[in-house]
């Protein structure tokens, strides 16, 4: 368990990293937080009011890189905190997400922690020598050439759910909405857009029953960019596919394309990608430009 920090007192609320203990402040209501959602709360803490990006809190979290996928652990960590918070009266808004940067704690540090903290003179000359270093590093950046820019700018961080089914043949059992979205996904990876971070269907499994899916995988995991869609088949074997760009957490339509096949027993799949994904790669650069 954390053992660096001291007891923080926030909101009416008492909570010890060196234990993960979250309780209001006569103790009355108490929640233990597991280890990696305490160095979380903590990190969040002891910077209260500042936006913290995503690779911040994983690098604090998981300082050994002992976790396969961060994006799925840090979501589920962030959905503890926020219960907790609630559990002990304090309300999960105190840790803000906020789009395409991060998370900020926005609860109210109580002034006898901030008078309790170390402000000793050897502090002082060290905040001063910081000082002095920071300068010192403006007026060289402002006397170098500027570099040249980089053209892969980020975009945004792409996610692929399952595209919706309408009438479907009772003999087809392919999921033909779920290898769509996983063929759709592969494409996309070997298409290597530029700026263009992908996610993939094990992080967004979790969410796979929820109906609010679009809104939950852009709070929880920080999704720019989100494609979705339907297919509707009918019984004389005629298919109709649809698939739609979304920037997130607007829901704007950044790009939708169609497509139909008539005398199809089943959905030609590849071929179907192979279509979207040509429509896709010539429309990205006017997408990347409303983006930007």
Known sequence: MNTRSQP??????RFDPRDGSL???????????RPQAARLLDYLLDQPGEIISRDRLIA???EDGRI???EAGLAA???EVRSALDDVGAGSDLVETIPRRGYRFRGQIEEAQRRQAPRGEKRAWLLAGLAVLALIVIVLIWLLPAPAPDERVRTGTLAIIPFELYGRPAEDDRRVELLLADTLL???WQADLDAMVLIGRATLRPYQEREDVAAAVAEDLGVQLLIEGTVVADEVDQWQVTARMLEM????????SSLSWEAQPKLPVSDTVDYLIADLVARWPEI???LD
Do not use: K
């Open 23 to 33: 309780s209001t402040a006569d103790g009355g209501r108490v929640v233990t937080l």
């Open 249 to 256: 957490p607007a829901g704007r339509v950044l790009w939708s």
């Open 186 to 188: 592969g494409q996309l």
């Open 77 to 79: 960590l962030l959905r």
């Open 288 to 290: 990347q430009a409303e």
């Open 68 to 70: 396969v996928d961060f």
């Open 60 to 62: 604090a979290i998981w």
């Open 8 to 13: 923080h007192h926030f909101n009416g609320c």
